[in-house]
């Protein structure tokens, strides 16, 4: 054999990463940690298994003559994710061009409002509904709001992100005319991204129906108030109408507003 | 002097843009009417403002003594069991999720239906609402911990399974090949080309779903299923707006904390 041969008969060694060794094991640890904390037992999930099956079981024989009683909440959940959207975007809207930097100068104005509205983003939307439904009591009011502010952190993000990613030419041309600020955000900024305020508003509104329909069962108004009810008293028939049209109209409103959004960005 | 300079020309009128256009407006200015009919807006309790204002004074002045008394039921024990929730949730999630999204994968199957099928069966799974899981199998295990795993579990395969299935779409096919030239068995294929090029973008979708699930499982305690979610309802209840505060205060540094580690790790893997 050639030395050459013999070389190619060798492959190359693989390298040993210490550092991968060290996931490994703190990712290991963590398990084991995670499962003793929250003491998860799978022997005790197959245990009851059948009582768990059970349940699937008559939630997949839905209780039809229920629909009545549901369609009404289900267009309340609806309309409590349409003004939730429209009342954040608006907001988001208006927020967005106060922390873009490319139209705002002022460096503490803009760090002080991200910072705010970072704080406001990592609040989850059920937390904010129950929050609202001790303020303002329970029903639809207290899911608007706390969708309007859970619509408002998801939109300002994006939006203010494709704001100051827009081509500075036409801001300079309207500069170098004697535009003032509102003259150049009207026919200079907003032109360039309002395809994708609506493109964002659209997925927000998405997010918005799912979670409209669990608002209710804190309280806050839609269908989740029958989901809390039906399941406490162990109604699985009624459980599973609901879920079923729910996953309808999630599957639905996705499907139209994503068919939309795609039309919107040709 | 010549006044042509001065005048721009007309706008071209694209007349089917416009038709189109004022239809949408119209139609998205009737939804909002129609959302705003059948809502109750004067149903806001009087003492609205005093208990937002209350909830204000309550983040201000935070319960330290809330924060660690070692009686395991304080703040920082409640927010390391919804951390140990969200990990393994997300871990359970993850492992189940892989299979899916094999089957989710359109690039792996000859027939379209396969996929198709699997994309049907993932949008099912992401749209059965979390709180329902969570309360199935609190009937299941109990109340606690576990059953808000359990719930995270099953209800993650939905996004990370899609997720995951798009990276195995977007793969490059040349290592497969490669294998398979070299003589590899279908076997060999996914375990020496498919998993090690999937393994960066597989860890970095699932270190997102654990950001997401962080977020669940400080809600899932809302209806039992464990982590800080449950003294916060507790709070809100008993109107103990300064450990409403405290609890508040710990949620969005956790969720402050964990975005900022993982995004850091992310970014070190792409």
Redesign the interface.
Known sequence: MTDSEQNLAVLPKKKLHVMNLIWLLVFIV??V???N?????LS??FA??D??GD??VQMLHPDWSYLGSVIPLL??T???A??GT?IGSVLAFVYSLLIARNIVKNKIVTSVLRFIM??IR??????LG??F?????I???AG?LALSIFTFGVVVKLFYEAIETIDPGPIEALTAVGANKLQIIMFAVLPQVMTYFISYCLYAFEINV?AS??LG??GAGGI?LY?QQT?QVFDYGK?GTI?IV??LV??LI?YVSSKSREALMD | MNTSIKKLPAKPVDYKKRIKYSVLTILTIA??I????????G???AT?GQ??GA?FAGIFHPDWSYVYNGSGEDLVSEL??T???A??GT?ISAIISLPFAFWAAHTKHKHWYVSRSGKIVL??IR??????LA???I????P???A???ALGFHSVGMLAKLFSEEIENLDDGPNEAVAAAGGSKFNITMFATLPDLLPALISNTLYRFDVSI??A??LG??GA?GI?YP??IA?QY?QWNR?GII?LG??VM??VI?WISGAIRKKLI
Not at chain 2, 127 to 132: D, H, M, N, Q, Y
């Open positions: 963590g398990l940690i995670s499962t904390e929250t003491h998860t037992n005790a999930l009851n298994f009582q768990f349940i699937f267009l309340e609806i309309k409590m349409v003004l429209i970072n704080i990592t609040i989850p939307d059920l937390l129950a929050i439904v001790a303020i303002v009591g029903g639809p009011v608007i799912r329909t669990v069962y804190i989740g989901l399941l459980t879920i729910i996953i999630v599957v996705d | 939804l909002i129609w959302s705003c009919t059948g809502i109750d807006f149903g806001i309790k609205a208990i937002a909830i390391w069991q951390i140990c929730i990990f393994l871990f949008a099912v749209s059965f609402p979390e709180i329902v309360l199935m199998f009937k299941a295990v109990g606690g911990s576990a808000g795993v359990l977020r669940s400080s809600v809302l209806v464990g979610g916060l309802i809100l109107r409403v508040l949620i969005i969720v402050v975005d």
